[in-house]
């Protein structure tokens, strides 16, 4: 305060309010305690204001309702929820490559023998039992044409179906990602 001279931070009270120009006496600064946090630390919860006269009635004006901490941390929040909701949506653009149009669903799945038709059940069984343990993981290999795709496809819509947020995609686009960060720094 001393740098600017207190009576000109005193005068800075009729460039926010200047309508109190000529009606305002006995015009003093002064410092409170921030009421969300109340902390007393220099500058951290002191809000800064005048307190003034007009004729026997005296104000308060502060020049904000919280701290710049208690400002900070709102605005930190704010901020994290909205990268948050970036990285949702970055996720769900990026991995979520199921297209409408495709069909794949367990109705729709034609088993060849009874190994695919175990893998069918174990799968809608694997679903059926998510939302009490979804810690557990399926596993599926087998020989091209089997239908380990469909199943993926189908246990990723049933789940997401379900109110689970899901992310499908194939290895090849997951590896064509995984390759396109090659010698860019990333």
Not at 99 to 117: A, L, M, R
Not at 142 to 161: C, D, E, F, M, Q
């Amino acid at each position: 305060m001393d740098i600017l001279g207190e009576s000109r931070l005193e005068n800075f009270l009729f460039k926010v309010k200047p309508e109190l120009i000529d009606r305002a006496e006995n015009v003093k600064l002064i410092k409170e305690e921030c009421p969300q946090c109340e902390e007393s630390q220099f500058n951290k919860g002191q809000l800064f204001g005048w307190e003034y006269q007009i004729g026997e009635e005296k104000f308060k004006y502060l020049a904000d309702q919280v701290c710049t901490s208690c400002k900070g941390q709102v605005l930190s929040k704010e901020i994290t929820l909205e990268m948050s909701e970036k990285r949702k949506q970055m996720l769900i653009e990026n991995w979520w490559h199921i297209p409408i149009d495709d069909q794949s669903g367990f109705k729709n799945y034609q088993s060849h023998n009874q190994v695919t038709n175990n893998a069918k059940s174990v799968a809608v069984d694997y679903c059926k039992a998510f939302k009490d343990q979804p810690e557990i993981n399926l596993l599926m290999m087998g020989n091209p044409g089997t239908g380990k795709t469909h199943i993926a496809k189908a246990v990723a819509r049933t789940l997401k179906h379900q109110g689970f947020k899901v992310g499908y995609i194939s290895a090849v686009d997951l590896f064509n990602k995984i390759k396109a960060t090659f010698d860019n720094g990333e």
